[in-house]
């Protein structure tokens, strides 16, 4: 894939770097940075070393990686030079007429069916690409800070399919996270963000509070940092001054949007000076009025871009987490708040705030129901079932786990549906949510949470309609295990799969230690639990685990085999749950680094539960699960994955002393609490 983004500004570089960085990860490809002035592309580039030097002294990047990327970038001040570009990103500037021209420019060079992306906080594409000679290939491609490893991208689409398609397509090969919006001044994210800000602007201007007493008042609410602080981070002062004047301006603005004076007399000055920080200290009454506000207007705009159509609840919930920074999304915010406190905080504001409006949901307490990291399309007989966390590469949590519960009752019932495709974005599932893991506190809730996660796998597994797993990239520990629950899984080039708890103290609590050497052999499976060696596309399609041969699309795959057993030609079906015959004795092997203690258990839940019929084994795996709990290296394991993350080995104590893991779990309750 060759890309190129326009402008060695603020933000062009680090998209440059994010896109090598991704598109190195996927097999390869160019990236080229473009400006006018020299000097901007040589500070754009030392910036990018900058960013390999830093990854490589942390180890997040081997220095072969860091040169591999460096060498897939090429700065150009020649536009012709962009003519074979499949996709090009304008990253150079807010004003319209320029982005025009560039656009006017591009055209000239480009092949017809390139895309073109413009990466802009609130001017519309319509306006953006009224003279457009293709304006079927335009979109908006609006990145957030930091540009070059924050996963959202809001998109504006183009209203051709084919080029939507590839531009959704690309954007996820580039390692974002596409987010569709309509066509309206500041799209999503930053009406929500701008007016935010603006609030917390004219609470300075008034003399309510001053920036370091709004940013520790807000950020104790909602996190984030603060608007102060993030404004001082992106140097957003005037660029919320033309997002605002946006809003004010379209059908749907009022006198309300004009941007606070102070923007424009604040201008790129911090409004933090670390040599002389300001005071955060306030009463409890200051924090209160502070936080009413801005509150509402988060809400109240919330709901706007909900009311109007402008993005999907789900979406728009994730969005505002992710790309905003907030401890959680938006819309969790209003259902944790309650809607009765929602309409009171926002009619308060709306009554002293004339042109602030309350929308539909906000006046009838209507909160949207929407299943949070779900995504369920139905099309062809085939219900899509779509794990979206992709900031945790689709980790299951509980709540993921309820509503792919709640997919299956719906699916099982409709019969348009005839079978079932379970996948992950991007490919991915990655395991189980480890913070949930941690946070269990004795054997009886860790036998609770297998067994748990028992019932919906089981569901899977007798499901009377064909259920395939469409995977590509990691998929581990519990991502693995709900695929085994499957009737047959299709991968990706790109899989590596494997059941790493090993490394975290503990065993598979989800059907692994019973369902994967019932699939590919005691021998194999035996080793790959034991040890927490990963395996790719090609071993995993050989030992059985996966359908045929790697797929270079796993999801038509999956759609195409489901189609085979429906006609007959294929019998799919959930694993065996006939009880194995087991060796006297298992292979022995070098199980490295990784806890004796609980190695000792794994060994025993695998010789009892293997031996007996599937359902028998699974709660005796629950069991051990448990044990594990009662030892001190679970503790170990999981506080070295918190802190430390996976690349570094856990130092296990190898030693079951339930006394002090019970200490431990104390001492990590603690800490969470204080976090």
Not at 110 to 138: K, Y
Request: charge should be neutral; charged fraction near 20%; aromatic fraction near 6%.
């Amino acid at each position: 894939m060759r890309v190129a983004v326009i402008g060695s500004g603020s933000i062009g570089p680090d998209l440059a770097y994010g896109f090598a960085s991704a598109l190195a990860k996927a097999g390869g490809g160019g990236v080229q940075l473009h400006d006018i002035r020299e000097e901007a592309l040589r500070a754009g580039m030392e910036r990018i070393r900058s960013y390999l030097a830093k990854g490589v002294s942390r180890g997040k990047l081997s220095l072969r990686a860091a040169h591999g990327i460096e060498a897939s970038l090429r700065p150009t001040t020649v536009l012709a030079e962009l003519a074979e570009c499949d996709y090009v990103l304008e990253a150079a500037t807010e004003d319209l007429a320029i982005k025009q021209k560039i656009l006017a420019d591009l055209e000239r060079v480009l092949r017809p069916d390139c895309l073109i992306g413009f990466a802009t906080s609130g001017i519309p594409r319509a306006l953006i690409a009224a003279r457009a000679a293709h304006p079927e290939r335009c979109f908006v491609n609006h990145p957030f800070y930091p540009a070059w490893r924050s996963l959202p991208m809001e998109v504006v689409l183009s209203g051709d399919a084919r080029f939507e398609t590839r531009m959704l397509e690309s954007l996820a090969r580039l390692g974002k996270v596409p987010i569709i919006t309509a066509d309206v001044p500041c799209f999503a994210a930053d009406d929500i963000f701008c007016n935010y800000c603006a609030e917390a602007a004219r609470i300075v201007a008034e003399g309510l509070a001053t920036p370091a007493q709004v940013d520790a008042i807000v950020n104790a609410a909602i996190g984030g940092g603060g608007p102060f602080n993030v404004m001082d981070l992106t140097r957003g002062n005037l660029l919320n001054v033309k997002c605002l004047n946006l809003m004010r301006d379209a059908p749907s603005g009022s006198a309300w949007f004009a941007p606070p004076a102070i923007f424009s007399q604040q201008g790129n000055t911090p409004w933090h000076d670390p040599e002389r920080p300001g005071n955060p200290e306030h009463e409890a009454a200051l924090a209160e009025a502070v936080r009413e506000r801005i509150l509402a207007v988060l809400l109240g705009r919330t709901f706007f871009v909900v009311d109007k159509g402008i993005c999907h609840p789900r979406e728009l919930n994730w969005l505002t987490q992710n790309a905003l920074g907030f401890a959680q999304g938006l819309l969790d915010l209003a259902e944790n708040l309650g809607m009765t406190r929602v309409q009171a905080i926002c009619a308060k504001y709306a009554e002293a705030h004339p042109g602030f409006e309350l929308t539909a949901s906000v006046r009838d307490g209507r909160l949207p129901r929407f299943p949070r990291h779900l995504e369920v399309e139905i099309a062809g007989g085939i219900a899509v079932l779509r794990i979206r966390r992709p900031e945790v590469m689709n980790a299951l949590n509980e709540r993921t786990m309820a509503e792919i519960a709640e997919a299956l009752d719906a699916a099982e019932t409709d019969e348009t549906v005839k079978g079932i495709v379970l996948t992950g974005f991007g490919g991915a599932l990655a395991g189980a949510d480890i913070m949930e893991l941690a946070a269990l506190e004795t054997a009886a809730a860790a036998r609770d949470k297998c067994l748990s996660g028992h019932r919906v796998l089981d569901r899977l597994a007798a499901f009377a309609k064909p259920v395939v797993a469409a995977l590509d990239g990691p998929v581990l520990g519990g991502g693995a295990e709900i695929a085994m629950a499957c009737h047959a899984r299709v991968v990706g080039p790109h899989l590596l799969l494997g059941q790493p708890e090993v490394n975290l103290g503990i065993i598979p609590g989800y059907g692994g230690t019973q369902r994967l050497p019932r699939l590919i052999g005691v021998e194999r499976g035996c080793a790959l639990l034991r040890t927490g060696r990963p395996i790719g596309a090609e071993e995993a399609c050989a030992w059985g685990w996966a359908s045929g041969g790697p797929a270079a699309d796993p999801l038509a795959a999956a759609r195409t085999l489901i189609g085979r057993h429906l006609a007959g030609e294929v019998n799919l079906a959930p694993v065996s749950p006939a009880p194995l015959t087991l060796p006297a004795t298992l292979p022995a092997l070098e199980i490295g680094h990784h806890s004796l203690a609980i190695d000792a258990v794994l060994v025993d839940v695998l010789r009892k539960g293997l031996t007996r019929p599937l359902p028998e084994g699974l709660r005796i795996e629950a069991d051990g699960f448990a044990r594990c709990r009662g030892l001190v290296d679970y503790d170990i394991g999981m506080k070295n994955f918190i802190q430390n993350g996976p690349r570094v080995p856990a130092v296990f104590m190898h030693e079951s002393h339930p006394e002090r893991a019970a200490g431990a779990g104390r001492l990590h309750a603690r800490m969470r609490r204080r976090r």
